[in-house]
């Protein structure tokens, strides 16, 4: 969250993020890079939706790769659809007709229509929060046991769909994927268009986010984060805005799942296994859980520099090996993330310039502040 | 009636991995307040270093165990002493800590030992099965069964008969005031973080004959152990060992009527049922205050 003195830093941040992200398709016309951009990108709403969970709202899910792949798989499911008559013929799916399914499940019927899908893409994962986070925050469940909780549903859904190999192509996903034609606009997963749009996308997911994070609602939701017991006397109905918070953040994860789809041509079981969601929380945690830009940029900066080195499986690796061992020196040392950097060596540059070594000026004490109450929340009782 | 033995011999076998792998588990939150997602690859590393001993080394499963114990009790003792000492006045953040961790021992372990898959040998003394009330059982999971009974019974001694336990109760309830009559806390959680860790090497060591050992088989168990400790609360032993009957039981039971999946998923879907409606009964206290 920004403190006053750097808010327009903050601005400024915002508006070059967008400008760079908007004029890149100037420089870059290789629909591979543009592809990998826009792969990043789509990381970076994901890691921005936990962010407004677990930053704002103190909802550590460990398992936002659910809303992410089932959000991907509505998508893939539309796009499969369409494919229909030239791979299979008619009837089902091709990968369906392989397990002996003869009609077309009830659940796939809708799917039909791209509205339902776009739609479903963001409902279904914030129904299953809902749901989850009804039985959940109602019972005042909090902290550690959410984190645990999410987990587990990841896993449990992750084996439900691989289990469900006929409707949902089991191990292998669902693959060779028609392309997506919107108000004629061809969104083939190398083009200009898919780029712009995740980009956009990530524009509308961060003006979302901080409509929300400066509404009143999302205060409620900060102090939640910090005092869950002081607002609930203050009379709030806590478990209202943990879930609504939780929801949110679960239909942004479907969307930029959708999107994924596009991207990648296919949606996969993979896309909802414990590595993904281990990954989002290291983008969200080292881009600095405390900031959407900062969430989102983790993750652009994070995928960026592993996608820029390499591509081997050994040296990925290698790669997570890294990112473990900057996880564990984050969560240690700097617990807002890389971004707080910002924020200290802009303080320490301002009571240099206030004569160095005196006592702290004003200015710089409401950037201590949160500081100082991020730590205390986490104190056990 | 052998249909009915069967089934309950099975849940029984579950009950008794689960509670041998959430005993650490349990252990390490219900004294520091730790959740240790990196359980998990403890136990990873206790079916790697059977494997490790057994190929290089032809030191066979059961003599191994102390060994086993001794290794991953070590590598806890480390991990407690260099990270989650700095993190006991931010409990959320050890959950990401030990996950981070879980990396840093899973990806060593890829990149030492290599991704593909291990097999540890049964030891062939126990490959056998008994006759039992006319059905036959594995000798192997009997054995596993009695070893996870005499390390509940060796848990218990050590913290409820010996001096150490004495100490380590008194810096579970209340580390300012135990610190006061000289008990070295710092010490404490550190055995206590290796004790656990090597429980869940010696649950893996146990395990690896059975599965397949893979750098990334730690998570399914921890999150099962997690379940366990959810439903039965962490503050006794008790809880632990009677929601590992329960749902070793259960699990088995539905996945005798369906499969392991749909197992898992019904469980969970209890689970979460549960909670919306015996918090208190299911949690410890530590969790209202949060």
Same mark, same amino acid.
């Given at each position: 969250m920004s403190t006053r003195h750097s808010s327009r830093a903050w601005i400024y941040g915002y508006i070059a993020v967008c400008v760079v992200m908007l004029a890149l398709p100037l420089f870059v016309s290789d629909g591979y890079l543009l592809n990998k951009f826009a792969r990043y990108i789509i990381f970076g709403i994901l890691s921005l939706a936990l962010c407004l969970s677990w930053g704002y709202a103190g909802i550590l899910n460990l398992g936002q790769a659910v809303s992410f792949g089932l959000g991907s798989y509505c998508m893939a499911m539309a796009l499969k659809l369409r494919t229909? %008559?030239?791979? +299979?013929?008619?009837? !089902? =799916?091709?990968?369906?007709?392989?397990?002996?399914?003869?009609?077309? =499940?009830?659940?796939?019927?809708?799917?039909?229509?791209?509205?339902?899908?776009?739609?479903?893409?963001?409902? !279904?994962p914030a129904i299953l929060a809902f749901l989850l986070g009804w039985f959940v925050f109602r019972a005042r469940v909090t902290g550690v046991y959410v984190a645990i909780i999410t987990l587990a549903m990841l896993v449990v859904v992750n084996l439900l769909i691989i289990d469900a190999q006929s409707y949902t192509g089991g191990f292998n996903g669902i693959t060779d994927l028609t392309t997506l034609k919107l108000f004629g606009i061809a969104f083939d997963a190398y083009s200009k268009a898919t780029y712009y749009l995740a980009a956009f996308s990530l524009i509308a997911a961060l003006l979302i986010g901080l409509a929300i994070i400066k509404s009143k609602t999302g205060l409620v939701m900060q102090a939640i984060r910090d005092d869950e017991m /002081?607002? /609930?006397?203050?009379?709030?109905?806590?478990?209202?805005?943990?879930?609504?918070?939780?929801?949110?953040?679960?239909?942004?994860?479907?969307?930029?799942?959708?999107?994924?789809?596009?991207?990648?041509?296919?949606?996969? %079981? +993979?896309?909802?296994? !414990?590595?993904?969601s281990l990954s989002i929380v290291i983008w969200c945690a080292v881009g600095g859980r405390a900031s959407l830009l900062g969430a989102a940029l983790g993750a652009i900066v994070v995928t960026g520099v592993q996608g820029s080195l390499s591509d081997s499986p050994k040296?990925?690796? +290698?790669?997570?090996?890294?990112?473990?061992?900057?996880?564990?020196?984050?969560?240690?040392?700097? %617990?807002?993330?890389?971004?707080?950097?910002?924020?200290?060596?802009?303080? /320490?540059?301002?009571?240099?310039?206030?004569?160095?070594?005196? %006592?702290? +000026? =004003?200015t710089a004490l409401p950037a201590a502040a949160p500081a100082a109450s991020e730590l205390r929340q986490d104190e056990v009782g | 009636m052998a249909d009915t033995i069967n089934q309950l011999s099975t849940g029984l076998s579950i009950a008794s991995i689960l509670l041998l792998v959430s005993l650490g588990l349990a252990i390490i939150y219900g004294t520091m307040g730790v959740i240790n997602l990196a359980h998990g690859d403890f136990l990873m590393l206790g079916a790697y270093s059977v494997w490790f001993l057994q190929t290089y080394f032809g030191i066979s499963?059961?003599?191994?165990?102390?060994?086993?114990?001794?290794?991953?009790?070590?590598?806890?003792?480390?991990?407690?002493? #260099?990270?989650?000492?700095?993190?006991?006045?931010?409990?959320?953040?050890?959950?990401?800590?030990?996950w981070g961790i879980g990396i840093l021992l899973e990806q060593s372990v890829r990149l030492g030992a290599g991704a593909e898959l291990r097999y540890v040998q049964m030891p062939p003394s126990l490959?056998?099965? @008994?006759?039992?009330?006319?059905?036959?059982?594995?000798?192997?999971? $009997?054995?596993?069964?009695?070893?996870? *009974?005499?390390?509940?019974?060796?848990?218990?001694?050590?913290?409820?008969? #010996?001096?150490?336990?004495?100490?380590?109760?008194?810096?579970?309830?209340?580390?300012? $005031?135990?610190?006061?009559?000289? *008990?070295?806390?710092?010490? @404490?959680?550190s055995l206590t973080f290796a004790y656990g860790a090597g429980l869940a090497g010696i649950a893996g060591a146990l395990i690896s004959p059975l599965k397949s050992v893979s750098p990334d088989m730690g998570i399914g168990f921890v999150v099962d152990a997690f379940m366990v400790v959810v439903m039965g609360g962490v503050e006794s032993l008790l809880g632990t060992v009677v929601s590992s009957g329960l749902l070793g039981e259960l699990s088995g039971g539905i996945a005798y009527l369906t499969n392991d999946t749909l197992a898992k998923a019904v469980v969970f879907t209890g689970i979460v049922i549960l909670i919306r409606f015996r918090p208190q009964g299911l949690f410890a206290v530590r969790m209202r205050r949060g």
């Amino acid at each position: 969250m920004s403190t006053r003195h750097s808010s327009r830093a903050w601005i400024y941040g915002y508006i070059a993020v967008c400008v760079v992200m908007l004029a890149l398709p100037l420089f870059v016309s290789d629909g591979y890079l543009l592809n990998k951009f826009a792969r990043y990108i789509i990381f970076g709403i994901l890691s921005l939706a936990l962010c407004l969970s677990w930053g704002y709202a103190g909802i550590l899910n460990l398992g936002q790769a659910v809303s992410f792949g089932l959000g991907s798989y509505c998508m893939a499911m539309a796009l499969k659809l369409r494919t229909i %008559p030239i791979q +299979t013929g008619g009837g !089902v =799916p091709d990968f369906m007709s392989w397990n002996n399914v003869k009609t077309l =499940p009830w659940f796939w019927e809708p799917f039909h229509s791209y509205a339902f899908a776009i739609f479903a893409g963001m409902a !279904v994962p914030a129904i299953l929060a809902f749901l989850l986070g009804w039985f959940v925050f109602r019972a005042r469940v909090t902290g550690v046991y959410v984190a645990i909780i999410t987990l587990a549903m990841l896993v449990v859904v992750n084996l439900l769909i691989i289990d469900a190999q006929s409707y949902t192509g089991g191990f292998n996903g669902i693959t060779d994927l028609t392309t997506l034609k919107l108000f004629g606009i061809a969104f083939d997963a190398y083009s200009k268009a898919t780029y712009y749009l995740a980009a956009f996308s990530l524009i509308a997911a961060l003006l979302i986010g901080l409509a929300i994070i400066k509404s009143k609602t999302g205060l409620v939701m900060q102090a939640i984060r910090d005092d869950e017991m /002081r607002v /609930r006397y203050f009379g709030y109905d806590v478990a209202h805005y943990q879930n609504f918070a939780f929801c949110v953040s679960a239909a942004i994860a479907g969307f930029a799942g959708m999107l994924y789809t596009l991207v990648m041509e296919f949606a996969s %079981p +993979t896309f909802l296994n !414990v590595s993904i969601s281990l990954s989002i929380v290291i983008w969200c945690a080292v881009g600095g859980r405390a900031s959407l830009l900062g969430a989102a940029l983790g993750a652009i900066v994070v995928t960026g520099v592993q996608g820029s080195l390499s591509d081997s499986p050994k040296f990925l690796d +290698t790669w997570m090996l890294i990112m473990g061992a900057l996880f564990i020196a984050v969560v240690l040392f700097l %617990p807002k993330g890389l971004v707080s950097l910002i924020d200290i060596f802009e303080q /320490r540059f301002r009571k240099q310039a206030a004569g160095g070594g005196g %006592p702290l +000026t =004003p200015t710089a004490l409401p950037a201590a502040a949160p500081a100082a109450s991020e730590l205390r929340q986490d104190e056990v009782g | 009636m052998a249909d009915t033995i069967n089934q309950l011999s099975t849940g029984l076998s579950i009950a008794s991995i689960l509670l041998l792998v959430s005993l650490g588990l349990a252990i390490i939150y219900g004294t520091m307040g730790v959740i240790n997602l990196a359980h998990g690859d403890f136990l990873m590393l206790g079916a790697y270093s059977v494997w490790f001993l057994q190929t290089y080394f032809g030191i066979s499963l059961i003599p191994g165990l102390v060994l086993v114990f001794l290794m991953v009790g070590a590598v806890g003792w480390l991990v407690e002493k #260099t990270i989650i000492r700095h993190l006991y006045a931010r409990p959320l953040d050890t959950i990401l800590a030990t996950w981070g961790i879980g990396i840093l021992l899973e990806q060593s372990v890829r990149l030492g030992a290599g991704a593909e898959l291990r097999y540890v040998q049964m030891p062939p003394s126990l490959t056998s099965a @008994v006759h039992i009330l006319g059905t036959d059982q594995s000798t192997y999971r $009997i054995f596993i069964f009695v070893l996870t *009974v005499l390390l509940l019974l060796a848990t218990y001694g050590l913290i409820f008969k #010996t001096s150490f336990g004495m100490r380590l109760r008194a810096v579970t309830q209340n580390p300012e $005031i135990a610190k006061c009559f000289g *008990v070295n806390a710092s010490q @404490v959680y550190s055995l206590t973080f290796a004790y656990g860790a090597g429980l869940a090497g010696i649950a893996g060591a146990l395990i690896s004959p059975l599965k397949s050992v893979s750098p990334d088989m730690g998570i399914g168990f921890v999150v099962d152990a997690f379940m366990v400790v959810v439903m039965g609360g962490v503050e006794s032993l008790l809880g632990t060992v009677v929601s590992s009957g329960l749902l070793g039981e259960l699990s088995g039971g539905i996945a005798y009527l369906t499969n392991d999946t749909l197992a898992k998923a019904v469980v969970f879907t209890g689970i979460v049922i549960l909670i919306r409606f015996r918090p208190q009964g299911l949690f410890a206290v530590r969790m209202r205050r949060g």
